[in-house]
């Protein structure tokens, strides 16, 4: 822009037609041929997180997936958070790696369950406190309670073992945890990028 000056209405466009313009994706677009600095605003809570984002590139799409492995949501809200306030997450590509991540950790605890029977759950922190509850979800609900576990609290962390030590097949387990897998993996991405619109963005770091 060298030294030229702009004149008219100096708000901010439409995202599609601020990609349009740039060839950026939309809160990446370069700080530079501007006539002041613009100012960068970012969620204090995830500023950090950025930086490690942004260190580990695409090893932390990885750390996500090994996260959604060990039955944590936190992180996965965070990325996606993250990729809503600065363009650095690609929300497919985070769905993809917490589901995998997600599925591989599920059929892990379902073959120890299968192998080692209830002895397994005991070495789970209150997994014993809550073997009854799933098994009795389990056998009133079925199906629905395999594409449902993820989302109910107190049995999360045991169910997979449950549907292993009930002697649930491996074909039948296998394919409800991939549909369920996928259906957590979206919803908790989706209330991740979603999150700064609906409490605001001084919000954020608070809800998570």
């Not at 530079?32 to 930086?51: R, S, Y």
């Not at 979800?137 to 993820?150: I, N």
């Amino acid at each position: 822009m060298g030294g030229s000056r702009m004149t008219g209405d100096s708000s901010p466009g439409p995202a599609e037609q601020v990609r349009e313009a740039t060839g950026q994706v939309i809160g990446g677009v370069a700080p530079t041929g501007h006539p002041a600095p613009l100012p960068t605003v970012v969620d204090e809570a995830l500023a950090e997180f950025a930086e490690i984002w942004a260190q580990w590139g695409s090893l932390a799409y990885l750390g996500a997936a090994i996260w959604a492995f060990m039955e944590g949501e936190t992180f996965v809200l965070f990325a996606a958070a993250l990729g809503a306030a600065t363009g650095l997450v690609d929300p497919w590509i985070l769905i993809g790696s917490v589901w995998a991540g997600s599925y591989a950790g599920d059929q892990l605890w379902f073959f120890l369950g299968r192998r080692y029977g209830a002895s397994i759950v005991r070495r789970i922190p209150n997994g014993e406190a809550h073997i009854g509850k799933a098994s009795r979800l389990l056998a009133r609900y079925g199906d629905a309670f395999v594409l449902s576990f993820r989302f109910i609290y107190g049995v999360r962390n045991v169910a997979s073992a449950v549907c292993g030590i009930g002697g649930m097949s491996h074909v039948r387990f296998a394919l409800l945890n991939f549909i369920a897998a996928c259906v957590w993996a979206a919803s908790v991405v989706a209330i991740g990028w979603y999150v700064r619109t609906w409490v605001g963005e001084e919000n954020v770091h608070w809800l998570l």
